[in-house]
Nanobody, 126 residues
């Protein structure tokens, strides 16, 4: 059974940085995409960034418009991904969820074959 474990959340002041990490245990296919979604209090879950398998060990990155230029996603291995978050804003405050998905997409709803982490809280103070 695949399990995703996130780490790296916390409290930071606006303009600061945080780095989120996610590791999958149990093994996932190399072709699986991995990425991050977030859900702020009272709002729906939304796509943040994702990696899509291109070929061999190459993955392409996609970003939500709201984080382009500030966040960087890296597929460190077949089963791990990190999200470097710079220039954080109070509106980035949310629970961040890691997902491993057969074909990475921006769809926030759980899709067949998805694996989700438990989530890690990111709080950005003004």
């Amino acid at each position: 059974q695949v399990q995703l474990v996130e780490s790296g959340g916390g409290l930071v002041q606006a303009g600061g940085s945080l780095r989120l990490s996610c590791a999958a245990s149990g093994g996932i296919e190399r072709s699986y995409g991995m990425g991050w979604f977030r859900q702020a209090s009272g709002k729906e879950r939304e796509f943040v960034a994702g990696t899509r398998w291109a070929s061999e060990n190459t993955y392409n990155a996609d970003y939500a418009d709201s984080v382009k230029g500030r966040f960087t996603i890296s597929r460190d291995s077949v089963s791990s991904v990190t999200l470097q978050m710079n220039s954080l804003k109070p509106e980035d405050t949310a629970v961040y969820y890691c997902v491993a998905r057969n074909v990475m997409s921006t769809t926030a709803e759980t899709m067949p074959g998805d694996y989700w982490g438990q989530g890690t809280q990111v709080t950005v103070s003004s």
